[in-house]
């Protein structure tokens, strides 16, 4: 079946714009995560959806990130006021449960010029 | 808190050697732990996993035992190819969390 998808693959944005980057999680899949991934380290946690709700945003930097979930489905993370310090490939993951296996789509990269 | 330690990179090996990646762990409750691969130009992939102590993950011909008296999740490969050239991802989740908590990965190159 289909896994997790992410669009765009690439952004690249000027300072201060505004992004959406949006996560297709594999259907049936009730848990939804972002994460951040800078050059040479590892994923960081920056929200988790239960459904349509967000059920754990402290992994979120400040208040110009946020992302939404409104069916339960599709989620799409907005970033407001890019700085460069945003440049980095943010990945989405579903599981069927939490605490389960998380299956990661293949990520967008954001470039803030 | 939780958090995941692995060995520095990269490491680079001959083909046919045998691999050892270094994973240690930080963590309240009783976590489960896993292996993630990222090939050149891919996605992370599930590599293995283990949800309760000694239990063992294997796959493609990869191994990590989990060990609760060293918090340890060393990943181990007996004859890699070169196909194995990727980075790894330690990481774990606890039974409690939602999030994954991820080592800074190890980059694995293997040559003719």
């Known amino acids: 079946g289909a896994g997790v998808s992410q669009t765009p693959s690439n952004k690249v944005t000027e300072k201060g714009k505004y992004v959406e980057l949006r996560c297709d999680p594999i259907?049936?899949?009730?848990?939804l995560y972002w994460y951040r991934q800078s050059l040479g380290q590892g994923p960081e946690f920056l929200i988790y959806?239960?459904?349509?709700?967000?059920?754990?945003d402290s992994g979120l930097p400040n208040d110009r990130f946020f992302a939404v979930r409104p069916e339960g489905s599709v989620s799409t993370l907005k970033i407001q006021r890019t700085e460069r310090g945003d440049s980095a490939v943010y990945l989405c993951?579903?599981?069927?449960?939490?605490?389960?296996?998380?299956?990661f789509g293949p990520g967008t990269r954001l470039t803030v010029l | 808190g939780n958090s995941v330690t692995q060995m520095e990179g990269p490491v680079t090996l001959s083909e046919e050697a045998f691999l050892t990646i270094n994973c240690t762990y930080t963590?309240?409750?009783?976590?489960?732990l896993f292996w993630y691969v990222q090939y050149p130009g891919e996605g992370l992939q599930l590599l293995l996993k283990?949800?309760?102590?000694?239990d063992k993950g294997s796959n493609k011909g990869f191994e990590a035992t989990y060990r609760k008296e060293t918090t340890s999740f060393h990943l181990e490969k007996g004859s890699v190819q070169v196909s194995d050239s990727a980075v790894y991802f330690c990481a774990l989740i606890t039974n409690t969390g939602n999030q994954f908590y991820f080592g800074t990965g190890t980059s694995l190159t293997v040559i003719p």
């Open positions: 993951a579903s599981s069927l449960n939490p605490v389960d296996t998380q299956y």
């Open positions: 963590a309240t409750g009783y976590p489960s």
């Open positions: 959806f239960q459904g349509t709700g967000a059920a754990d």
């Open positions: 259907s049936g899949h009730t848990a």
């Open positions: 283990a949800t309760k102590a000694d």
